[in-house]
């Protein structure tokens, strides 16, 4: 390799981790309560819903952490997409994962310790970490305790549309797991950013 | 309940069956159905009037006799407002409530020691006797004794146990009447609570037993269900402690289980075939299949049910939205395979 940069505090790579976990086990356990069938190979509906509550519990408590450790951190200000040539550079980056990458051509805005993430990055987390999650995990909470949804919306139960924005809301955080992962793979070499996920050291 | 054990012999029912029958204007009525002449209705209602001159709250509090029992007659009250709204509305008293009760003071159930030896030369009166529910709905209770039998009621209680302990016939409704679930539910889960969430109701069944049985805490033995209170508000105990109905005559069986054998399995309702739609909601079901892609759309008006109310286009979308960022990722990654083998190629 050519050159390491230290990115990641611990405090980062364990939420990171810890989110990851409750992540896929919240994905699994949803889906066995949501498409619950007794003919399908999926987690028995009682155990699925107590091991979703209690981590869903788990993830509002991480979220919360994650939240305050960035504000006291500092790391909040990573998040916030910087407007000057902002636009350039997501057509850069699009540009790289469309076409460059293809070729083997070096990342457009490699990470540093000022500017960890590229455009895109800046503004899909922001979107997945302060507009999508705080849906989920309020949706998920009122869910948990139906007394604080509405009584009635439209003629139906008032958890109806609480329901419908979790499922949706949780859909989209699956879909963006999943290209999540993937992009993982496309660092120096293919496991070079999972390893950065670890020991906090970026290879370049 | 006046089933199986309970029957009497052959001749007294044929007595108090006459008797029954020769009751005015009780006998004016087609036997279990109220009725519908307005010449008939003003006579029931007459008849009915003159016993609820003493058989209500009211009448309790200032009796219209002073020869009256009314510790006795305490026990013997009636809402005429929830009377009115019953299953039965609209019936005699006497067409149930026999013999001696069309006099006053009211005859002696059969059975019932005499409170002082008669005259020699009295006139003979008929005993004041109730009519058991089967002399008019033989053919469900032919079909529910069975069933009965088996329940943990009886089994525990006997004979103590009867149709009315649960249904009052003065106030029970039916559920295809009522076709609500919201108020089936809160009907259906007040019989039983009358019982499981009241220590001297309890006492007064659970008492007899030998060794005596103390009321369970309700909600303690509940501890295992998500949400517990939303359940009861929502469906009937009877959802999981009664076993699936075996005829569709009988929405639900009367073979009431305890907690060892009622059902734990949350995918009977949580599902897309939902036991709800042939149980609770069997009224309002098939009126309702499926509306706006939501499976069971009948349920939603009442509660989300998970698992039972989901939407089959937003399980497309959703489906479609997963299955289409696995194959770009899929597809991505075997351009950047291919890319590198080409570019490896080149190389050497």
């Known amino acids: 390799m050519s050159h390491r940069i230290y990115l990641l505090p611990p405090w980062i790579r364990i939420w990171h981790w810890t989110n990851a976990l409750l992540i896929i086990t919240l994905t699994i356990t949803g889906a066995s ?45 990573q998040y916030v997409p910087k407007p000057q040539g902002f636009l350039t550079r997501c057509l850069r980056q699009m540009r790289f994962y469309a076409w460059g990458i293809f070729r083997g051509e070096p990342h457009p805005y ?41 009584k009635s919306v439209f003629g139906m139960d008032g958890l109806l549309p609480v329901a419908v924005l979790h499922y949706l809301v949780g859909l989209v955080i699956v879909a963006f797991m999943v290209a999540h992962i993937y992009l993982g793979t496309t660092g120096h070499t293919v496991t070079s950013l999972f390893r950065m996920m670890v020991t906090g050291w970026h290879e370049g | 309940m006046f089933i199986g054990p309970h029957r009497r012999p052959l001749g007294v029912a044929v007595f108090l069956l006459t008797a029954a029958l020769m009751a005015w204007p009780a006998a004016a009525q087609t036997k279990g159905a109220a009725p519908k002449d307005p010449e008939t209705v003003e006579m029931v209602s007459k008849s009915n009037a003159e016993c609820l001159g003493c058989h209500t709250q009211e009448a309790l509090k200032k009796p219209p006799r002073p020869d009256m029992d ?17 299953a039965h509305a609209g019936m005699a008293c006497k067409t149930c409530h026999v013999g001696g009760y069309r006099e006053y003071p009211h005859a002696a159930p059969a059975g019932a020691p005499p409170a002082g030896a008669p005259p020699a030369n009295a006139p003979k009166i008929a005993k004041a006797e109730t009519l058991q529910c089967d002399e008019c709905h033989a053919q469900l209770t032919f079909r529910i004794d069975a069933q ?57 069944f659970g008492g007899t037993l030998t060794p005596k049985k103390a009321r369970p805490d309700i909600d303690a033995i509940h501890m295992w269900l998500p949400n517990a209170k939303r359940h009861w508000e929502s469906v009937r105990c009877i959802e999981c402690h009664t076993p699936p109905a075996t005829t569709r005559q009988l929405a639900v069986s009367h073979e009431v289980l305890n907690k060892e054998k009622a059902e734990r399995n949350c995918v009977t309702c949580h599902t897309q075939n939902t036991a709800l739609r042939t149980r609770l909601y069997r009224y309002t079901a098939e009126t309702q299949a499926q509306q706006a892609g939501f499976l069971n759309s009948a349920l939603l008006g009442n509660a989300y049910v998970i698992g039972a109310t989901r939407n089959t286009y937003l399980d497309l979308l959703g489906l479609g939205l997963i299955g289409l960022t696995i194959a770009g990722v899929g597809g991505h990654a075997a351009i950047r395979i291919l890319g590198a083998l080409v570019r490896r190629g080149r190389k050497q």
Request: proline share 8%; net charge negative.
């Open chain 1, 33 to 77: 309560v949501h498409f619950a069938d007794p003919n399908l190979p999926m987690v028995p509906f009682e155990l699925a819903t107590q091991i979703h509550n209690i981590a869903g519990l788990a993830l509002t408590a991480a979220y919360v952490f994650f939240v305050v450790a960035n504000i006291v951190s500092g790391n909040w200000w």
């Open chain 1, 110 to 150: 490699p990470p540093t310790p000022e500017a960890n993430f590229n455009a895109l990055q800046q503004i899909v987390y922001w979107f997945v970490m302060y507009i999508l999650m705080p849906l989920l995990l309020v949706t998920g909470l009122v869910f948990l305790w139906p007394e604080f949804a509405p």
């Open chain 2, 70 to 86: 009314l510790a006795k007659l305490g026990e013997a009250l009636t809402d005429p407002g929830l009377y009115d709204a019953s």
């Open chain 2, 148 to 204: 009965v039998e088996k329940s943990v009621h009886s089994k525990n209680l006997k004979d103590a146990f009867t149709c009315s302990t649960c249904h009052d016939p003065h106030v029970y409704k039916t559920a295809a009447k009522l076709v609500e679930p919201v108020k089936i539910v809160a009907q259906d889960n007040g019989m039983c609570l009358d019982c499981h969430d009241n220590d001297v109701r309890f006492a007064k």
